[in-house]
């Protein structure tokens, strides 16, 4: 039977891969920067929960990592089936100007997080800056939120200017607000044609 398993406490100190569906594979973890496939470990009475201790993996203090999970492919016909490169579910950030090498069709953009050392990681956007909240909640002090409603923005884009010639960037908020304000001008959209048009229509 599963036990009670706090999720984002694990991910404190381990990479962690949650699929029911994995029971009888091995995930492995791909680090871009460390350059090696590191296997995940099931945990103990809690069904389809794989991990791996980020003090196990050999990382440098203070740096940034990309990396996926390579599972099998379930959409693969061969035996064994093929292996795939996933984004971590879990991933509060990921950086779309990096995708695995050699893997096709599968484009899926690496997470993003920081290892701070003593074995924790921590969130974290590529250039290793983090959310800081100096008074956070706590969770259980919080009002209920079972009215919330959550709109999701996208800050990467994808814009098919022709037949498969995509035209893609990582946006920030300022990008947001490029398409509302047209004095703003962007940042790291400012030289696509969408702001471009946006602001300027004909």
Not at 21 to 32: A, E, F
Request: charged share 20%.
């Amino acid at each position: 039977m599963p036990i009670s398993t706090d999720i984002l406490n694990r991910r404190a100190t381990q990479f962690l891969l949650w699929s029911p569906r994995l029971q009888n594979q091995v995930p492995q973890l791909v680090i871009v920067e460390a350059i090696r496939k590191l296997a995940l470990g099931p945990v103990a009475r809690a069904d389809g929960l794989f991990e791996i201790a980020a003090a196990a993996c050999r990382l440098d203090d203070g740096a940034v990592y990309h990396y996926w999970f390579e599972v099998d492919d379930s959409r693969s016909a061969l035996r064994p089936p093929a292996r795939v490169v996933v984004t971590d579910p879990f991933a509060t950030c990921v950086d779309w100007r990096v995708f695995p090498p050699g893997v096709g069709e599968n484009k899926q953009p690496a997470a993003v997080v920081r290892y701070l050392g003593q074995g924790k990681l921590t969130d974290s956007d590529p250039g290793g800056e983090a959310a800081v909240f100096d008074a956070a909640d706590a969770p259980d002090k919080l009002s209920p939120n079972t009215q919330l409603v959550i709109y999701e923005l996208p800050t990467a884009w994808a814009l098919s200017r022709s037949l498969n010639e995509p035209e893609r960037a990582v946006a920030t908020f300022v990008d947001v607000a490029a398409l509302i304000d047209e004095q703003i001008g962007g940042a790291n959209f400012a030289d696509l044609s969408l702001v471009d048009v946006w602001a300027n229509p004909t």
